[in-house]
T-cell receptor, first 115, second 117 residues
Framework: KAGVTQTPRYLIKTRGQQVTLSCSPI?????VSWYQQTPGQGLQFLFE???????NKGNFPGRFSGRQFSNSRSEMNVSTLELGDSALYLCASSLDGLTGNTEAFFGQGTRLTVV | AQSVTQLDSQVPVFEEAPVELRCNYS??????LFWYVQYPNQGLQLLLKYLSGSTLVESINGFEAEFNKSQTSFHLRKPSVHISDTAEYFC???????????????FGQGTILTVHP
């Protein structure tokens, strides 16, 4: 069974640009969550999608957005990039969004560097 | 709201020695508890989980953790560590009540375990 796949693995962008990251969850998983990992703030929850609907959202500005497709694949978008957006972005998939007797599996992450 | 505190940011230990990585949490709802491990430039790998049932949970590579509800702790232990256990370990909780818990893990700040020969 294939794991969670994130693409690309590495990205370098310039301040002010926008970026789109992709996540393909484990087959059969309907929930996809996104996290930002930085040395200073640690792992922070961005948002969760389930059946193409955003059900939960963390405390990030509106420049961070996402969507989920009918095949459960998800994308997140960051517009007007700032230097502080440099981070490892992690995607996690789970069967039901951790509401039941389940766990989350993570992808390898996308390392975004903003210059 | 939930929060997780990992009491040690770094734990150095010699090979074959025992180790304990401490984790305390607070939550107003019932929780599920997890330990994840992260190697450099990698994602998070699930090490073990407490969802229900026995409060002592074990992983396939010798780690174990015990859920202590009265002390709100979920400490990770291994009786004898190997060089290959060197990594960063994260304790995490999720709420079971849906709503603002959907798909959300709240993580501690991580503990870097360094195993010396």
């Amino acid at each position: 069974k294939a794991g969670v796949t994130q693409t690309p693995r590495y990205l370098i962008k310039t301040r002010g640009q926008q970026v789109t990251l992709s996540c393909s969850p484990i087959s059969g998983h309907r929930s996809v969550s996104w996290y930002q990992q930085t040395p200073g703030q640690g792992l922070q929850f961005l948002f969760e999608y389930f059946s193409e609907t955003q059900r939960n959202k963390g405390n990030f500005p509106g420049r961070f957005s996402g969507r989920q497709f009918s095949n459960s694949r998800s994308e997140m978008n960051v517009s007007t990039l700032e230097l502080g957006d440099s981070a490892l972005y992690l995607c996690a998939s789970s069967l039901d969004g951790l509401t039941g007797n389940t766990e989350a599996f993570f992808g390898q992450g996308t390392r975004l560097t903003v210059v | 709201a939930q929060s997780v505190t990992q009491l040690d940011s770094q734990v150095p230990v010699f090979e074959e020695a025992p180790v304990e990585l401490r984790c305390n949490y607070s939550s107003s709802v019932s929780v599920y508890l997890f330990w994840y491990v992260q190697y450099p430039n990698q994602g998070l790998q699930l090490l073990l989980k407490y969802l229900s049932g026995s409060t002592l949970v074990e992983s396939i590579n010798g780690f174990e953790a015990e859920f202590n509800k009265s002390q709100t702790s979920f400490h990770l232990r291994k009786p004898s560590v190997h060089i290959s256990d060197t990594a960063e370990y994260f304790c995490a909780v999720s709420g079971s009540a849906g709503g603002t818990s959907y798909g959300k893990l709240t993580f501690g700040q991580g503990t870097i375990l360094t195993v010396h020969p």
